[in-house]
């Protein structure tokens, strides 16, 4: 077991054990067993204009208090993305918001859930689609999803 430490604040320190190879297999290993969704936010509208940083901090904060009730909790990574279109580069800054769900709890209705919520905001936001990527340990690479606004249903 290797021991590591991190400084929290000057007066905390923490011990935590590392094991040797954390990808080995372990009796307790399933415990961590989790599906991780990712959800890019794009900061254009449909034109490819730039919306400003003032709504697209909002359209952040509408997904992760979505994915936070849905999921119970978020990470939020900023990130440039690029895309081709009309044989342009576009870039455009984007951020990268993802909840690591108990593989155990996610099931299809929350997939159902997530992907209405995303087609609903793809309609609002004027957008062609919105990215949504998965990954669990049934399925370790990710899977990259397209959501766009004709896939809107009302989920109960």
């Known amino acids: 077991m290797l021991i590591g430490f991190y400084k929290l604040q000057e007066s ?3 011990m935590v054990q590392i094991p040797r190879n ?3 297999e372990s009796p307790t290993s399933h415990l961590f067993s989790s599906t991780k969704v990712e959800v890019l936010i794009p900061s254009t509208n449909k034109a490819q204009h730039y919306i400003g940083s003032a709504a697209h901090r909002k359209r952040v904060a509408q997904t992760v208090t979505f994915m936070t009730k849905e999921f119970g909790g978020t990470t939020r990574i900023s990130a440039d993305g690029t895309y081709v279109m009309n044989n342009k580069v576009v870039s455009e800054p984007i951020v990268k918001i993802e909840s690591f769900i ?8 929350d997939k159902e859930l997530l992907r209405s919520y995303l087609s609903h905001q793809t309609r609002r936001w004027g957008q ?3 990215s949504v990527k998965f990954e669990s340990p049934r399925r370790p690479a990710e899977s990259l999803y397209f959501v766009s606004p004709e896939q809107a249903r009302r989920v109960k």
């Open 102 to 109: 108990p593989d155990n709890r996610f099931k299809a209705k």
């Open 128 to 130: 062609e689609a919105l």
């Open 22 to 24: 954390p990808f080995k």
């Open 12 to 14: 905390n320190i923490i």
